[in-house]
C-alpha cells in the first residue's frame, strides 16, 4: 500500500526557511514522479514542483528561485526547502505521487508565514 | 502556461440528480485533463484521468469526456457522498495547472 506522510509546517516570519518533508512507503521515491502542491485556507489548488525520476526538477513562477525539491533514497523521503518565505506562500502543502496525474497523496502539512 | 477555467464556480443539486462540470483549456491539452474530488479537510482524491479514464473504486456514475480543449465531468445520480469540491487539472506541460474548482453544494 501506499502511503505518503508529510511533516514539518509550522509558523514561520516572513523571510523565514523551512523544510517539508514527505516520508514514503509502499513504493520507492527515486524511481517515481513526485509533485509538491498547495492549497491556501479557502482557495484552490496550486501547483508547486515536480522532480522526475532523472532528478530532474520543474517549480511554478510564484516559488521558482526561493523553493527546491529534493529526495533522499536512504530515508525514500521528498523534501521542499522553501526559503525567503512570503505571507502568500501560507498554505497546506501536499506531496503526490504523479506521471501527468496525481494518484496518491499525503494527509498535508500547514505552513503558515506571519509575523 | 495553459490555463484553466471551470464552471461553474459553485452548483446546488438534490441527491439524484444528473450534474455536468465543464472545464476548458486556453490551448490543446489532447486528452491530458484529470478530475480531483476533494472534501473539507482532506487531501484531493483522483477521480479521473487522461479525460475518460475512471480510478480504481470510483463509482460508475462519475465519468468524464472530452478533447482538446473542453472537457466534462458528469455525476448521475448525485450521493449524499458526492457534496465536495471539483478541480480539473491538465497535464499536458509543465506548470500542471488546476482549475479554480467547483464546490457542488446540497440544495
Known amino acids: 500500500e501506499v502511503l505518503l506522510v508529510e511533516s514539518g509546517g509550522g509558523l514561520v516570519q516572513p523571510g523565514g526557511s523551512l523544510r517539508l518533508s514527505c516520508a514514503a512507503s509502499?513504493?520507492?521515491?527515486?524511481?517515481?514522479?513526485m509533485t509538491w502542491v498547495r492549497q491556501a485556507p479557502g482557495k484552490g489548488l496550486e501547483w508547486v514542483s515536480l522532480?522526475?525520476?532523472?532528478?530532474?526538477?520543474h517549480y511554478a513562477d510564484s516559488v521558482k528561485g526561493r523553493f527546491t525539491i529534493s529526495r533522499e533514497s536512504s530515508t525514500n523521503t521528498l523534501f521542499l526547502q522553501l526559503n525567503s518565505l512570503r505571507a502568500e506562500d501560507t498554505a497546506v502543502y501536499y506531496c503526490?505521487?504523479?506521471?501527468?496525474?496525481?494518484?496518491?497523496w499525503g494527509q498535508g502539512t500547514l505552513v503558515t508565514v506571519s509575523s | 502556461d495553459i490555463q484553466m477555467t471551470q464552471s461553474p464556480s459553485s452548483l446546488s443539486a438534490s441527491v439524484g440528480d444528473r450534474v455536468t462540470i465543464t472545464c476548458r483549456a486556453s490551448?490543446?491539452?489532447?486528452?491530458?485533463l484529470n478530475w480531483y474530488q476533494q472534501k473539507p479537510g482532506k487531501a484531493p482524491k483522483l477521480l479521473i484521468s487522461v479525460a475518460s479514464n475512471l480510478q480504481s473504486g470510483v463509482p460508475s456514475r462519475f465519468s468524464g469526456s472530452g478533447s482538446g480543449t473542453d472537457f466534462t465531468l458528469t455525476i448521475t445520480s448525485l450521493q449524499p457522498e458526492d457534496f465536495a469540491t471539483y478541480y480539473c487539472?491538465?497535464?499536458?506541460?509543465?506548470?500542471?495547472?488546476f482549475g479554480q474548482g467547483t464546490k457542488l453544494e446540497i440544495k
Open positions: 522532480i522526475y525520476n532523472s532528478g530532474s526538477t
Open positions: 509502499g513504493f520507492t521515491v527515486s524511481n517515481n514522479y
Open positions: 490551448q490543446s491539452i489532447t486528452t491530458y
Open positions: 503526490a505521487t504523479s506521471k501527468r496525474f496525481l494518484d496518491n
Open positions: 487539472q491538465q497535464g499536458y506541460s509543465i506548470p500542471y495547472i
